[in-house]
Antibody, heavy 112, light 108 residues
Framework: QVQLQESGPGLVKPSETLSLTCTVS????????WSWIRQPPGKGLEWIGY???????DYNPSLKSRAAISADTSKNQLSLKLHFVTAADTAIYYC??????WGQGMLVTVSS | EIVLTQSPGTLSLSPGERATLSCRAS???????LAWHQQKPGQAPRLLIY???SRAPGIPDTFSGSGSGTDFTLTISRLEPEDFAVYYC?????????FGQGTRLEIK
């Protein structure tokens, strides 16, 4: 069964770029749709965007073009960059597989 | 954007009882790409149901999903203590992908 593990800095300063990596095991990232989802503390779930194996991406319009998702198929990793972050971007960030398997999540706090 | 509205917001029941959770979509899901996820405190969500009615691997048959179009239901036929959690519906039928606000299932 596919397993996903998010990693990256847990603290980012306002106006800087949040960068996370999702490492996939037990499956190939070169198939279908791989998504990033986030959850602010104590709140609900928000779709950020997805990467499709052709290199196509789609994003939540609410993020106003701040997000960028890419993949490194040689490392079987999915990446997320979120630019110009504010405190409102503080959340647990999850990657999710095409079969809707979730990673364990990574808390990212935006604070100076 | 398809808005998913879950009801009730909180459901208080006892172990052994039957739980019925509702998810209503603001537009019809033409492919019934509707999933249900369970989330316990401090944990990542876990997929229960996909395609409106298909159980994910390892999910007990006390969990069932039904519905089509705009109205979907998650039923837990007999509640176990470990079933008390927050449940989210999730549509991946059209972009942007959206989630319901969640139903909290608590012990009465």
């Amino acid at each position: 069964q596919v397993q996903l593990q998010e990693s990256g800095p847990g603290l980012v300063k306002p106006s800087e770029t949040l960068s996370l990596t999702c490492t996939v095991s037990g499956g190939s990232i070169g198939n279908h749709y791989w998504s990033w989802i986030r959850q602010p503390p104590g709140k609900g779930l928000e779709w950020i965007g997805y990467f499709f194996d052709s290199g196509r991406t789609d994003y939540n319009p609410s993020l106003k073009s701040r997000a960028a998702i890419s993949a490194d198929t040689s490392k079987n990793q999915l990446s997320l960059k979120l630019h110009f972050v504010t405190a409102a971007d503080t959340a647990i960030y999850y990657c999710i597989s095409p079969s809707l398997t979730w990673g364990q999540g990574m808390l990212v706090t935006v604070s100076s | 954007e398809i808005v998913l509205t879950q009801s009730p917001g909180t459901l208080s029941l006892s172990p052994g009882e039957r739980a019925t959770l509702s998810c209503r979509a603001s537009q019809s899901l033409s492919r019934s790409y509707l999933a249900w996820h369970q989330q316990k405190p401090g944990q990542a969500p876990r997929l229960l149901i996909y395609g409106a009615s298909s159980r994910a691997p390892g999910i007990p048959d006390t969990f069932s999903g039904s519905g089509s179009g705009t109205d979907f239901t998650l039923t837990i036929s007999r509640l176990e203590p470990e079933d008390f959690a927050v449940y989210y519906c999730h549509q991946y039928d059209s972009l942007p992908i959206t989630f319901g606000q969640g139903t909290r299932l608590e012990i009465k």
